[in-house]
């Protein structure tokens, strides 16, 4: 079976590991100059016994923070704070999603 260029990329830059000593050579062209924390572990047992979970962040958002979620919704309905050339952009993306429809 040939071989694809999408298995020989993927083993080159690392997503699968190389096969021969060419997909090496690149991985060691491409990776040569990356530092590592000396101080970094991955916590590999934990990861596949399922003791590494996922936890939801909220991030508050810098800046203004005066305004609610209903005035987000009222500017996806009236366009109110939005550039002009983006409100036209959506309407004519509107006006040709109704053009296909009939």
Not at 61 to 86: C, H, I, W, Y
């Amino acid at each position: 079976m040939k071989e694809s260029i999408i298995d020989r990329l993927l083993c080159s830059i690392g997503y699968l590991p190389p096969r021969n000593e060419e997909e090496m050579v690149a991985f060691e062209n491409i990776y040569s100059k990356v530092e590592v924390d000396e101080n970094f572990h991955v916590d590999v047992d934990g990861i596949v016994n399922g003791g590494c979970q996922y936890k939801a962040k909220v991030v508050t958002l810098t800046g203004r923070n005066d305004f609610s979620q209903d005035d987000l919704r009222m500017v996806a309905r009236n366009f109110e704070g939005m550039p002009k050339g983006l409100v036209e952009k959506l309407k004519n993306q509107h006006k040709d999603d109704d053009d296909k429809g009939e």
